[in-house]
């Protein structure tokens, strides 16, 4: 994900991983020229909202994703 995300600057690489804690340590060991976000189902609307603001504006290189939140209607609002 990391290579993909340094390679096509703009686009978002979607990484999908049923573990919210390994979710929490690759973010935490990302370099700090990417930008990542995680989307679980412990996240707050006030959260969601904001990760939705973020990837519109093209500011996530890399979304974590558990599938709880693939499953969840409010996917569908994610752009592509």
Do not use: W
């Not at 990484?15 to 412990?42: F, G, T, Y």
């Amino acid at each position: 994900a990391k290579l993909y995300a340094k390679n096509y600057p703009g686009s978002t690489v979607l990484v999908v991983s049923p573990l919210i804690s390994l979710m929490q340590d690759q973010l935490h060991n990302l370099s700090k020229s990417l930008k990542a976000s995680v989307c679980d189902s412990q996240m707050s609307e006030k959260e969601y909202s904001q990760l939705l603001l973020d990837l519109n504006d093209g500011k996530i290189n890399i979304l974590f994703m558990s599938p709880e939140a693939i499953i969840n209607r409010k996917i569908k609002h994610i752009p592509r």
